[in-house]
């Protein structure tokens, strides 16, 4: 039986390496038990892998008070191949009762009778955590505004351990909007974690990455250095992973600085040329023209492979928290 | 086997006791089923209840001219815990052959070979009515407009057999806005037909039961008064049943009505404490203002507990439609 | 097993008459699977119908960047009556990430790490085609704008098939907006292939059928005649199957030119009368006032038994695409 998981809120609960090895190894089985023609030890594994579906199969809520086609899809084709069901709105926004001035607490406590786990998108800061005061069922943080979005760093984790065997001892570059990017911010707390790791931010001045951030690596003795866009070829030669990320037009009030900045960094052939034959390029999608269109084919360029892990990460973290529930 | 329904237009339909006691046996089997850890004789009567899937898995359409996430969840849960399963639109409204000019007939009688069971929400009353008539398959009315709700009316009742052991001998309290309502008014008609039953209708003067309900009653001799809202707290020390709703925005042309009336009544500790140690406290949900936060806390308050019911006699209804057909 | 399918894309790939044959017959075979009180031959037939679900359910991922509920209903019927799951979209073109700018092939990417198969409706021509070249995953086009959307066109032909026993030495009328409609044209393409067959225009001048097709015609010597729409009860006498199309407003530049050509024809009990006793009216729905209610109910109106046979269709694709993959 795995590890039993409640509410899946913020990237701090998953401070414990032998929780996250778990994970990772149960999210390879997912990925196993997700294919076809398997060998027989792999259609072992895979019995095990389905959800318990009696007396009735589990059902998930995907309650997103913003749409987010590509995260509800990766949530729902998870709960689907284990053997679930799923209940979903695209505009909880909209959600009749929220409408008429319904609050989250009732709204989550309605829904509870429904479903056997929610997965929750909302707007402000701190919603999922709220949810799951009031929620009889374990609430999952798919976004909440510009707080945490849990999932989407554990398996940008199990993507770098899936790729390059290991999450220690690693040159990490995070290229892009570093201050207003929750993904980047995410994933650096909780690499910070792994042994030897060293970072390289590579931002423009005006997107660097915040002050809590910076004061945590240097209260905690971990490896950075801070360096202008410019400078991404130099820093490129010696990375073993580097995570790009969208400069997100939606967070600029001001539509004079977004297209100042966007298209100031772009990952290039010539960016790839000078980057370690067993690197990695990660992303955590959509991407727009921050990656040129050449990389796609570079064995290389990760993320869609990174979005496939997705699912399974989504299906191990969905058998750990309802199996036996 | 149970008793076979067809269409569930009104609430008029169930004017058989015995079928309402059927159907509340059969919506606390469902409870039983949906829920795990069961002992051997609730195993064998799980197996009773989930639908027969060969040579395959029925199918519910929820086609939703208006939105109203909570009700299509509660339909979709249900129908998924049976074993169904269901197709859903949440804006049939703009439904492209809608849009496009096609009349209900037309579109009922496609969705008809996609669906073996359809749930209509629709802002015109007589709609369901007028969809039955040319559905190839039974149709479930989940509102149309100022019509009926008959699905929230039967788990209301269910609700009140549940939590009080029995429908009749009762005071059962009306507030609020008891001119809009549908929900109080289907209710009302529904209960009308209990033992020694008193209603206590409580509400401002703009919002006081119509006179086609007020006659009904006179009618068939059942006793009810019309208070007040100031006098709830009078009321209130001798009811069983406090069955409160919102004074619905959206039904006010004038804002400035709405203004005046809303918050004119409110069930906080002062009206609880003086209530009954085994009365209930019911809402049809969402509730805004109208109710104090404190009162989530008794026990009293039956309202998530009336929510959770709705899925369990959705199970039962569709059950008794869609077996063996 | 059925012959293996990939993309479905254009009705230009089924010119092979074994193939359509085939489709037919599984589409057939489909029918019988989804209704229940079946004989044994019958039953035995089913049992090869529904797709494997071993180790899981295969999941269908509608992505839809115009919504068509309809369509959409339909592939979703189809998918569930198989045994599959299906993830949906009614409204990708505000799919977060194509809001943010992302690309078709991107998104593709993407959702082919969350599905088995893609049906995809989209407004540019073109597009399916496209997803195609980048999907891991069979891409159905369930309409790109004024391109195709080849399985209307194959559940038309199977509609003729079964209604008229063949497809061969039909006259074939087909009335409305020939220019525009996207349906007509497919149609016309793929019976081109039929023996003998006799293709009569019948739509007011401004309204024509397009050069490309009248040419391929010509060029294949295939027999029609173009004549205006009043024209259409001389016509009517000789037609076996009489295809009527809508007036598609919504793709008229000026509304006072659709003011002038709406209802410039109708199909009513005039029409009707003079048709033969076998004959068959059709219409790709929705329909609505170019047929006149009496005409629901002449046993010779196709059109609802044609949109029904629109799941079968789909089944037998889906099967002949999924079966083994």
Redesign the interface.
Known sequence: MPTKLGHILETQQFKDRKLLDELYFLADEMRL??K?N?GLLE?YK?KRN?LPC????K?L?NVFY?????T???F??AM????G???S????G????AA???SLP??I???G???DVIVLRHPEEGAAKMAARYSRVPVINAGDGPGQHPTQALLDRCTIKRERGTTDNLNVGMLGDLKNGRTVRSLTYLLAQEDNIRFHFISPQELKMRNDIIQYLEEHNISFEEVPGEALKDVARNLDVLYVT?I???RFKNPEEYEKLKGCYVVDHNVIDVMPGDSIIMHP????DEIAPEVDYDKRAAY?RQ??N??YVRMALLKMILDGS
Do not use: H, N, W
């Open positions: 038990f997700d076809e398997l259609r895979c389905a009696k007396p009735r199969r059902i809520a913003e749409p987010s086609t590509r509800r899809f990766s729902e084709s689907r191949s284990l053997g069901d799923v209940i709105t695209e505009s909880a909209i959600f009749s009762s008429k001035g319904e009732d709204s406590r309605v829904i009778g429904y479903a969208r997100q037009k939606e999608l959509p991407k727009i869609f979005s496939d997705g699912k």
